[in-house]
């Protein structure tokens, strides 16, 4: 039981690093909430999770295998990943905004989640590091700790795209963007701190 609830809040913060992380999602959530409906968020989030989905399976199917002997060179990468995009969340922190101008309407809202997901470098980047390495790690312990931390990855998205389409759908947002680049300075230091510690059990006995 701790082993799970130790990967889900793992998957829930590393999660929440990339769904505060502005980006293509960020602006389809916000273009559609405009229309009202504060279930814009989950929506996108859906479609998201579709490309999530299929990355996972692949992982979980082929990936991991022919992986396995690389799985060091992999977790190195990862490491070294996060501490990178730590650094570039609190550099983007400071100008971050949450209430940038938006035009327009993102159509079907799962469709705009999984095109937004797939056609983002971002995306491919962090699934060719951190998430591969993290699923890996996550499968050492069985299929069901790197499913536990694929669902710890997803409320973090479903949780703050709810959070950005319901205050978007009142005509105002919940976070000022002095709270939203703290957060995100936060998120930053530990994906730094995170980072440095996995990438010291590779190398500490």
Not at 31 to 50: E, L, Q, R, T
Not at 80 to 97: N, W, Y
Not at 139 to 155: D, R, T, Y
Request: charged content about 5%; some cysteine.
């Amino acid at each position: 039981m701790y082993d799970i609830l130790q990967t889900f809040s793992l998957g829930l913060v590393i999660g929440l690093t990339g769904a505060l992380a502005p980006g293509p999602m960020l602006v389809a959530t916000i273009n559609a909430s405009i229309s009202g409906d504060w279930k814009i968020g989950p929506k996108v989030v859906v479609g998201h999770m579709i490309a999530e989905s299929v990355i996972f399976l692949l992982i979980v199917l082929g990936l991991a295998t022919l992986a396995l002997p690389y799985t060091t060179a992999i977790a190195v990468i990862g490491g070294i990943a996060l501490i990178v995009f730590g650094a570039l969340t609190i550099a983007g922190s400071r100008e971050a905004s949450i209430n940038g101008p938006v035009t327009g309407t993102a159509g079907n809202p799962y469709v705009a989640g999984l095109v937004t997901s797939v056609a983002n470098p971002y995306f491919w980047i962090w699934w060719l590091t951190i998430g591969s390495a993290m699923v890996i790690a996550g499968l050492a312990g069985g299929i069901v700790l790197a499913a536990v931390f694929m669902v710890g990855h997803w409320c973090a998205d479903i949780g703050w795209f709810t959070l950005v389409s319901a205050g978007i759908s009142q005509g105002r947002t919940i976070l000022s963007d002095t709270s939203y680049r703290r957060i995100m300075g936060v998120c930053g230091v530990f994906l730094i701190l995170f980072g440095a510690y996995y990438l010291s059990t590779l190398f500490v006995p």
